[in-house]
């Protein structure tokens, strides 16, 4: 692919690490409503005696829910190199965003209680060269690559 291309020639690749589906899928607005929705019906055939036939709604709104976390997680990835980080995004033409690690200055993670529940977080990298730092949301274990990162 062009990612390998881009690689100096004493550069490897350390570690690819992408978004986490689940975190995503559960946080998704759509998701949050759906499970609300489907849990109220499952007591209500239950205790009101509604009709099962109900379950289609939540079901096809999880459905529905599922396809933009799949997406996001599917086209987004992330590469850590001994010289940098490569943000690979789009679902047609591939974007790369390099934030070369010898320009970063400050590195934060960044873990709600949510992100502790799914052992995911976020890396705020604040760079030299930039007003606003380069968040990466949403990754599994942010502090192994936090470890990973050398300066």
Known sequence: TTLFLSLNPNEQIL?????????????????????????????GIFALELPPVLLIIPILLLSIGAVP?????????????????IIETGIIGRDYDIVKLDRVFDVNI????????????????????DSEPVIIRDIRNPKQILRCISF
């Open 110 to 129: 960044d873990v709600t209680v949510l992100d502790t529940i799914f052992s995911t977080g976020s890396l705020k990298l604040s760079t030299s060269n």
């Open 69 to 85: 976390a799949f997406m996001k997680c599917h086209f987004t990835k992330y590469y850590l190199t001994n010289q940098k980080i």
């Open 15 to 43: 570690k690819e690490f992408s978004l986490d589906f689940i975190k995503i899928f559960l946080t998704n607005k759509i998701s949050g409503l759906s499970i609300f929705i489907l849990v109220a019906i499952v007591l």
